[in-house]
């Protein structure tokens, strides 16, 4: 007994490391990932498919890069790289991406430009009327004013259509270039839309009836200088007149939807 308690004593002495109350977990990668335990996300895909989703991020992210390197060359001052390769840049930028600010815009604007547009219906009985000026911009404010999410499309779809019209025409509202006769088919498809949604059509003939041409206006007028300014400016607005644009039949029947 005194072996036996002497031997007891000094493996359970002060010195002694206490035995383990039960198993002992594996330290190192394995006890980070237990034996048994199923593989989740990209690490569950076999090797082939692993190499194939890496390929798949590197074609996105250069990509990217690309897009973005392409957009700021648009909106960058004239350099070398836009002198010899801008013809690229505007294939790939048009139509879809098109951007119409500068950086370093050393000229903000200044002026208020508020679209509007006036249709000729056909009734039902074949007579033909004019309706009054739509003031398209002041409908888009006012949905966007204390909006907290305005939608893009009243933001920006009108705005961005009169800047495409007027930068492929002149003066004169003559064409110039390739993309003039695009320019002029998108703004007259919208503000067919417009002038749909706000039953025009119901308005001018009192029931049914047929949009069979519209006007496009523009209306102009410069932002009053702040009232510590001695900077002169006329706030009489001047206006711009489209010629009547002749409504296919599609588009009057509600092709453009």
């Known amino acids: 007994m005194?072996?036996?308690d002497e031997g007891s004593d000094a493996r359970h002495g002060p010195g002694a490391p206490a035995e383990s109350a039960g198993p002992v977990e594996p330290s190192g990668p394995e006890g980070a990932y237990p034996l048994g335990e199923p593989r989740t996300g990209v690490a569950a895909l076999s090797l082939?498919?692993?190499?194939?989703?890496?390929?798949a991020?590197?074609?996105v992210a250069v990509g990217v890069c690309v897009h973005l390197g392409m957009t700021f060359l648009h909106v960058a001052p004239a350099n070398t790289v836009t002198k010899a390769h801008g013809e690229a840049v505007d294939d790939w930028i048009y139509p879809e991406f098109e951007q119409n600010w500068k950086l370093f815009a050393p000229n903000p604007l200044q002026q208020n430009i508020s679209i509007q547009v006036r249709a000729g219906i056909r009734g039902p009985e074949g007579t033909t009327s004019t309706t009054g000026w739509y003031d398209l911009s002041a409908?888009?404010?006012r949905a966007i004013d204390g909006n907290l999410l305005p939608s893009h499309t009243q933001q920006n779809e009108l705005r961005r259509a009169w800047d495409f019209y007027v930068a492929t025409h002149d003066g004169e509202n003559r064409p110039v270039g390739l993309r003039g006769s695009l320019s002029e088919s998108?703004?007259?498809r919208i503000m067919v839309l417009r002038l749909d949604r706000d039953d025009a059509v119901r308005a001018a003939t009192g029931g049914a009836g047929v949009i069979e041409r519209v006007q496009v206006r523009s209306r102009t007028s410069n932002v009053p200088p702040p009232r510590w300014s001695r900077?002169?400016?006329?706030?009489?607005?001047?206006?711009?007149e489209l010629p009547w644009?002749?409504?296919p039949q599609d588009e009057a029947a509600g092709g453009v939807r």
């Open 186 to 188: 998108y703004l007259r």
């Open 139 to 141: 409908e888009d404010g």
């Open 245 to 247: 644009w002749k409504v």
């Open 48 to 55: 082939r498919y692993r190499i194939a989703v890496a390929l």
């Open 231 to 240: 900077e002169k400016v006329s706030t009489t607005p001047s206006y711009r």
């Open 57 to 59: 991020l590197a074609v």
């Open 2 to 4: 005194d072996a036996y």
